[in-house]
């Protein structure tokens, strides 16, 4: 029966880049970064900028100082950020700090008078001094504008807009060239704008810097489904799935719905089930999870499923399971047609709503 409506369309989750930060914060640890700004007559410096960025994770947070030069950044992952200090575009003055996790606040005051006074005591004691702030300054503008591209990447990929997109995270790549995280986003914008052997370079690129990284893993698979290689995807796949154990539903969904689509229905129902063990809300398993099921049992015997209520009742479950999760869902309709040929009516009630808040009691 399933045969006979031709093959499904896989839905291979492209998951791209989603580099989780290292080891350093955990989820929902934030703090703060608190301090003051004084000029170069000691002053206070009000209406300056403070720009925070980190790349893992992605985070960028502007403040402005107040009439005191007061400054604070709340809400921070525990992380290495760049501290930026801006004053109509300028930067002032730059230099790394580390919030560290648990920490809570941690202060930074900024004496630009007292900082000047320091570096040139220090360059009348030491000559090459000023050679090498020259280059800490232009280390610090290169870190800014790799930030630019990257962020620009980032809102032109999301706003699909592949083809700019690409052109940003060169540029970006011209100043970080062996950034696994920005290789592997160039290979996703070159995937979507379908010039996979670029893309397939750039991936493949980004695991020779990166190995470990569970997404790029997941992102080369996907792409060497659409070269008709499946066998080296599935191998992605898994390693991704090993590697990354809190996105490994997504990895093990790939796994399934490739398997499905290569007749591999027993192999598929596996993989399947285990996407939607750890993800009970990931509602295109479910529907894949179905469909594996009604292939595996039209395998087993030849006997109509409407005379062996046992099997059919537990695969009707699981189609209801994926309305209920996606009434509206892309595979709905689909689902609908399935359960009428099993003899069973869409599911009687969906999963309650999610109360709004002026709505409890």
Do not use: C
């Not at 003055?93 to 560290?100: E, I």
């Not at 399947?272 to 292939?295: I, N």
């Amino acid at each position: 029966m399933a045969e006979s409506r031709g093959a499904l369309f896989l839905a291979v989750l492209l998951v791209a880049w989603l580099l989780a930060a290292p080891v350093f914060a955990q989820v929902g640890e934030t703090g703060a970064i608190v301090g003051s700004v004084h000029d170069e007559q000691g002053q206070p410096l009000a209406g300056a900028s403070i720009v925070l960025r980190s790349l893992n994770p992605p985070i960028r947070r502007e403040v402005q100082t107040d009439p005191e030069g007061r400054f604070a950044a709340s809400g921070l992952q525990a992380s290495q950020y760049h501290l930026l200090l801006l004053r109509e575009g300028q930067i002032l003055w730059s230099f790394p700090v580390t919030l560290p996790p648990g920490q809570g606040m941690l202060r930074v005051d900024i004496d630009l008078k007292r900082l000047r006074e320091e570096a040139e005591s220090r360059a009348r004691l030491e000559p090459e001094l000023e050679q090498r702030l020259a280059e800490e300054r232009e280390r610090a503008e290169s870190i800014y504008r790799l930030h630019a591209h990257y962020n620009r990447a980032m809102r032109l990929l999301n706003d699909n807009e592949p083809e700019q997109a690409a052109e940003e995270y060169r540029a970006a790549l011209a100043l970080e060239p062996d950034s696994g995280t920005i290789l592997g986003l160039l290979g996703s914008a070159l995937a979507a704008l379908g010039r996979t052997e670029e893309a397939r370079s750039a991936f493949q690129r980004a695991l020779e810097l990166e190995p470990g990284e569970a997404a790029h893993h997941n992102n080369l698979g996907a792409l060497l489904v659409r070269e008709g290689k499946p066998e080296e995807a599935l191998a992605h796949f898994r390693r991704a799935a090993r590697l990354d154990p809190e996105r490994a539903a997504s990895y093990h969904f790939n796994q399934g719905a490739l398997l499905l689509n290569m007749g591999r229905s027993a192999e598929a129902l596996t993989a399947l089930q285990q996407a939607t063990s750890l993800e009970p809300t990931l509602a295109v398993a479910h529907f894949f999870l179905a469909v594996a099921m009604l292939r595996r049992a039209e395998a087993r015997s030849p006997r109509p499923l409407l005379e062996r209520p046992g099997e059919r009742a537990e695969i009707v479950k699981v189609f209801h399971r994926y309305l209920q999760l996606a009434p509206e869902g892309p595979y709905a309709s689909k689902a609908r047609d399935y359960l009428e040929s099993l003899g069973a009516a869409p599911p009687p009630m969906l999963l309650p709503p999610v109360p709004l808040p002026e709505e409890l009691p």
